[in-house]
């Protein structure tokens, strides 16, 4: 399947709506987040690593928020576990559809044998149980904040015991000096990526409604009040990171 480049913000809009997962945003994904995402190729990969060190025989493995399924392509790789699967979940049609499409060309030149179940659902409504691997991988940044506890509540009750969630964020920082300087890092990095100054301004102010960062003490905070006793930052790349809680 053929990357296309990501131009959505290159003109000057009229009215900037809140951004939203449709088929225009789809079709350019995959170039949209390698451009955007600090490391996230790296972030991926050593998903796929953790998913295959932490999944327990028997156990389903979710993707919650899955997108084009990068993440569960990753985890399909490197579980070798009997009797696992992996649940992927995201509230999208139009991701869902592409998914599919990339999913079938994986089945049709890998050697891995764990199953991927891809559901148009949300997230909020899925069933997790008997979960050994949970990964949300930039998901829980889009929902409501007053919903965030009761989501992380639901994963931790989910998973057995000695079970993984992978959360994948954008981090606020509460010192000014240092989100300056992060925001501006991460600024340079789009721009080094070809991206111009009004794309980046539009797309900005196309995600502040939509995607509303916390600080790492707030995600570590809500990991011990849902119950995990022990949660790290394993990656993190300018403003982007990965926490590893486990159960």
Same mark, same amino acid.
């Given at each position: ?10 003109s ?6 809140d951004?939203?997962?449709? &088929? ?5 994904f995959?170039? $949209? ?5 600090? !490391? ?7 998903? !796929? ?10 156990? =389903?493995?979710?993707?919650l !928020?899955?997108?084009l ?13 009997p009797g696992?699967d992996?649940?992927a979940?995201?509230?999208?049609? &139009? $991701?869902?559809? %592409? ?5 079938t060309?994986?089945?049709a ?43 992380? &509540?639901?994963?931790?009750? !989910? ?9 994948s ?29 009004l794309?980046?301004?539009?797309? %900005? ?13 707030r =995600?570590?905070q ?5 119950g995990?006793a022990?949660?790290s ?13 486990i159960?």
């Open positions: 399947m053929v990357k296309q480049h990501d131009n959505i913000y290159a000057a809009l009229d009215e900037i709506i951004f939203q997962f449709d &088929e225009r945003v789809v079709s350019v995959p170039d $949209m987040i390698q451009r955007s995402v600090p !490391g996230y190729s790296t972030l991926i990969s050593n998903i !796929g690593i953790l998913a295959g060190r932490y999944a327990q025989a028997n156990t =389903h493995c979710y993707d !928020g899955c997108s399924g990068a993440v569960s392509l990753s985890m399909r790789q490197r579980i070798n576990q696992c992996i649940i979940v995201d509230n999208s049609p &139009e $991701m869902i559809e %592409r998914a599919k499409a990339l999913l060309t994986d089945l030149t890998s050697d891995s044998v764990v199953p991927v179940d891809l559901q148009c659902a949300d997230i909020a409504e899925t069933t997790i149980e008997n979960a050994s691997v949970v990964v949300m991988n930039f998901t829980l940044q889009f929902i409501p904040l007053d919903q965030r506890l009761a989501l992380i &509540e639901r994963v931790y009750a !989910g998973l057995k015991p000695g079970g993984v969630l992978l959360l964020e954008k981090l606020a920082f509460t010192d000014p000096q240092q989100s300056d300087f992060l925001i501006d890092t991460h600024h340079d990095f789009k721009r080094a990526n070809g991206y111009s100054d794309e980046i301004s539009q797309k %900005r102010s196309a995600l502040e409604n939509v995607l509303v960062p916390e600080a790492l003490a =995600h570590e809500r990991l011990s009040s849902a995990f022990f949660s930052v394993w990656f993190q790349c300018f403003n982007f990171a990965s926490m590893i809680a159960k």
